[in-house]
Each structure stands twice: as C-alpha cells, then as structure tokens.
C-alpha cells in the first residue's frame, strides 16, 4: 500500500541500504510470529540473511539463514532456506514514527518491526535484543545518541520540544566523525523537509535521553 506522507514515508532502495545493512532487527508478522534477523553488509548483490524465531517468551524455536538484496527503486528482497523452498520475495519498506513494515505484492502489510542493535547474528538470538529503541534506553551508545539527536532536532522544528541547542551542537560535533552516530542520525534528518511531521510521541523522552547522554559526557570528561 502506497503511503501518503501523513501515514508515514515508504523508503527507497539507497535508504533500504543505508537504514538496514549491518543491523538486526526484530519484529512480528501479520500471524503472530515473533521474527528477528540479522542483515549482514558483507557481499556484492547479495548478502546474508539470519532469521530467528521466537516463542512468546522471548525463547529461540528455530533458526533459518539465506539472503538479502535490494532491487529496483524501492524494494527489500530476501529468500531463506526453510521459508517456500527458497524462492524470493520482494517488498516495499514503510517506515511510521520508529516503527518499519513490509508490504507484499498484494499490497498487504505483513512484518513490523524495529532496529535492535548493529549487526550480531549471536545478537539476534538473546531475548533482551527484542527491546526497541525509544528515545529514554538507558545505554546511551553512540548509534542510540545518534537516533535521540535526530529525533530531538525534528521535535524541536515540528513541536517546539527539544533540549538546549548548545548541548545538541555540542554532542553532534563530539560524535560527527562516528559511523554509529550517523546511522542513528540518519534516521530522522530528512524528517526536516517536510512541511509538517506527524506522530512525534516521543519529544519528552528525546529531550530527556539528550540531556543524559550530556550528563554522562560531562561526568566522563567529555
């Protein structure tokens, strides 16, 4: 389903790659099946794929692997040993707030899900990688400080909620150079072209996990 841009942005192919590549995400389909994988940035058109499948307590049942591509202008494309005899699928990426989807062929959406962590196939299959990235998580690395800064600066335009300027100037030029960082921050920095943005829930908390990550800055020195 195609979406307009107040339910939310579907995402090219260069995005697709730039969002998801070297990163395990996590989620749950149209059935209920609680699914995590793990996008590897290593390969040329094709690169690999871990999927890890959870019961409702956050516990490993089965594990699959294959690949992941992109094709064309904006699709995710992925096929998977145990899944439909290894055929491909293809899909278009939605992406609403912090929250992803995929949509098929039939214009149905059939996986949510969120970014977890960098790339970690063991990561995948912990239970506790299944918690999402809101903007108040209480380790502030630098993907995560990344994420809150973008968020912040789109908050502080569209809701008038943000931290100090200074402090948000001072952590983008403390972290700048940091391929982490900028992942994170990418996330939301062309969220500023638009004329309005809806669907920010999380300024307060934004603003707060900036504030933290600058306290715990200072306290180290930094």
């Given at each position: 389903m195609e979406q307009s841009e107040l339910e939310g942005r579907t995402l090219s192919a260069k995005q697709i790659k730039a969002f998801f590549e070297g990163t395990n995400v996590r989620g749950i389909s149209r059935f209920g099946e609680r699914i995590g994988f793990s996008l590897s940035k290593e390969g040329d058109k094709m690169f690999e794929l871990l999927a890890s499948f959870y019961d409702e307590n956050g516990n490993v049942i089965r594990k699959d692997a294959g690949f992941w591509w992109t094709a064309g202008d904006k699709k995710l494309c992925g096929k998977l040993k145990s899944y439909d005899r290894y055929r491909s699928h293809c899909f278009i990426v939605g992406w609403k707030e912090d929250e992803y989807f995929l949509t098929d062929i039939r214009e149905e959406q059939v996986y949510w899900f969120k970014i977890v962590s960098l790339?970690?196939?063991?990561g995948s299959a912990k239970p506790n990688a299944s918690k999402s990235s809101r903007a108040s998580d209480k380790e502030p690395g630098e993907y995560h400080v990344g994420r809150i800064i973008g968020y912040s600066e789109v908050c502080s335009e569209f809701r008038g909620i943000a931290a100090d300027p200074q402090i948000l100037q001072t952590i983008k030029q403390l972290f700048g150079a940091n391929p982490d960082f900028k992942r994170g921050y990418a996330e939301f920095d062309n969220f500023t072209g638009f004329d309005f943005v809806t669907?920010?829930?999380?300024?307060?908390?934004?603003?707060?996990?900036?504030?933290?990550?600058?306290?715990?800055?200072?306290?180290k020195g930094g």
């Open positions: 790339y970690d196939p063991s669907g920010l829930t999380e300024c307060e908390e934004a603003k707060a996990g900036v504030e933290k990550a600058y306290s715990i800055l200072k306290s």
